[in-house]
């Protein structure tokens, strides 16, 4: 019986991680590293829709582009025109007169806390908000433009932690933790 129920267990227990685990769509955007790609792939659980850089960077000053990192990456450097927002402190509240069509981006270091900042956005209704997949690793991994607190232009990135820095690639982005 107790053999039973152990395999019982263990067979549920690996079903709940299949559901929580979705495959990759079809359609998923190019990163510039193969291997951050493989990474990405396994990290995410793509329970929100995905977008790539090049498709963000022509949203810039037309979508809401959130930045869920915490507040020292976010004072680091940003994709221009982000609203911090963070991820242990995220509050949906503070987006609460937005209407709910919305276009809104959410990125972070590579988009696995985006990700869940976008699963909380879309539980509270909001239906065009999308994870920028490789986060702000492949935005300057592309070269594409970062700004720090004040506007100004931006060469490093916070990378979380060294761990983590060696997905950026560009050497041109100096890598903060």
């Keep these: 019986m107790r053999t039973t129920w152990l395999l019982f267990l263990i067979f549920l227990t690996s079903q709940m ?14 990163v510039s590293d193969e291997a951050f790609d493989r990474e990405l792939k396994h990290l995410l659980r793509f329970s929100a829709p995905v977008i790539g850089v090049e498709e963000v960077r022509t949203l810039l000053g037309k979508a809401l582009i959130l930045d869920a990192r915490e507040s020292e990456e976010y004072e680091t450097s940003h994709i221009p025109g982000a609203r911090y927002v963070g991820y ?45 997949y490789g986060g702000i690793f492949e935005w300057a991994n592309r070269g594409l433009p970062l700004e720090s607190n004040n506007g100004a232009p931006a ?8 761990r983590w820095s060696k997905w950026v ?7 903060v933790w």
């Design 169 to 175: 690639r560009n050497p041109k982005v100096k890598k």
């Design 88 to 132: 242990e402190q995220f509050k949906a509240d503070a987006l609460r007169e937005l209407p709910r069509d919305t276009t809104i981006v959410v990125y972070c270091s590579v988009g696995y806390r985006s990700e869940r900042i976008a699963e909380r956005l879309q539980a509270e209704g909001f239906r065009k908000v999308y994870n920028l």
């Design 155 to 162: 060469h490093s990135v916070h990378t979380y932690n060294k």
């Design 17 to 30: 991680a299949c559901m929580a685990q979705h495959d990759p769509p079809d359609n998923l955007p190019s």
